[in-house]
């Protein structure tokens, strides 16, 4: 009983997450003007892996262009199910904008080796690409870079604060 | 290294990195993830035969030989926490010289007795040694900032 309740208010949270950033993308100017606060909305999807175990339901938000964070399991590379829309919904937008290009940003946690970490981040940028290209985006419009553990966004030595580093970030460069 | 020329010894999708010369030159170890985990492996650069060395755990990286070339000291991880590990080669006995959740890149002194890595201490990034046989520990204490990524200098005269 208990446990569907707090379900529910996960569940109502995520929506309403989700028509936030979506409301953001009806205008495309807002969309443009929303992007700088976008990555923060995205790693805010985080916070919900606070609430929920720390593997998977965090879905990001389907919202392009728009940049956004996906989320890997520690030394993981696999892109999870949940995130899969929206990143399809980047590969329509970058498919059917041409002269649109994006960075790929691969980040890890902080445990681990610091140089390891550099090739994992790497991968984890790789394998969102991959996705994208598989729909049809042009390696040119996507250029890869590796972070490592160098550059988190969460500062806490936690499952929570290592959840939201262990990411890759989209970047818009050009839309 | 007169020539310049780069020469590709490892092969595949794997992840191979953090490479470490033995002390006798002949052969190489690195981490791969090519068993699906970071484990340590060595190369032989004559033969290219190639040898996992590390078993024990799912995650070991950062591997260098002690200048005696009977062990190698690494990162492991040890019930979800990081710590400083050295392994006899000869018997492949591993033995966890630190006790805290978040070290990393150990080097090993020219005499082969202490092993100063990075560690953390109320939040800033410090130097730590630990001797060989994990009975004596220090931290070093850095003035301010980070410190991370120690070496020793080679002996000097």
């Known amino acids: ?175 | 290294m007169a020539t310049k020329k780069l020469q590709q010894i490892t092969y595949g999708y794997s992840l191979d990195t953090e490479p470490g010369f033995a002390p006798d030159g002949k052969s190489i170890i690195f981490t791969s993830d090519r068993g699906g985990s970071p484990q340590i492996y060595q190369l032989d650069l004559q033969s290219e035969k190639l040898q996992r060395l590390t078993y024990q755990g799912d995650y070991n990286a950062r591997a260098s030989f002690t200048p005696d070339g009977n062990s190698i000291v690494m990162l492991t991880r040890d019930n979800g926490a990081f710590n400083i590990a050295m392994q006899d080669l000869a018997s492949n006995q591993i033995n966890i010289l630190t006790q805290s959740s978040i070290n990393k890149s150990p080097s090993v002194s020219p005499n082969g007795k202490m092993i100063v890595y990075a560690t953390s201490k109320d939040g800033q990034g410090v130097l730590a040694e630990v001797s060989v046989d994990g009975r004596i520990k220090l931290i070093l204490p850095a003035a301010e900032g980070d410190v991370q990524e120690p070496a020793w200098s080679p002996f000097l005269n």
Not at chain 1, 43 to 61: E, V, Y
Request: with cysteine; hydrophobic share 40%.
């Open chain 1, 1 to 175: 009983m208990q446990k569907t309740y707090i379900l529910k208010i996960l569940l109502i949270g995520i929506s309403v997450l989700t028509f936030v950033a979506c409301s953001t993308t009806s205008s495309p100017r807002a969309a443009g003007a929303a992007a700088g606060q976008n990555s923060a909305t995205a790693s805010g999807m985080g916070q919900g892996a606070l609430f929920a175990d720390n593997s998977g339901t965090t879905a990001a938000a389907v919202c392009a262009p728009c940049n956004q964070s996906y989320h890997f399991d520690f030394d993981g590379d696999a892109v999870h199910q949940e995130d899969t829309n929206a990143i399809y919904a980047q590969a329509n937008y970058l498919v059917a904008h041409p002269n649109a290009k994006i960075r790929l940003e691969g980040n890890t946690d902080e445990r681990g080796s610091r140089e390891y970490n550099v090739a994992l981040g790497w991968r984890r940028a790789q394998a969102v690409a991959r996705i994208l290209e598989q729909q049809g985006v042009s390696p040119q419009q996507i250029v890869l870079i590796s972070y490592g553990e160098e550059k988190p966004v969460a500062f806490g030595h936690d499952e929570a604060s290592y959840w939201q580093n262990r990411r890759d970030d989209l970047v818009y460069k050009e839309r």
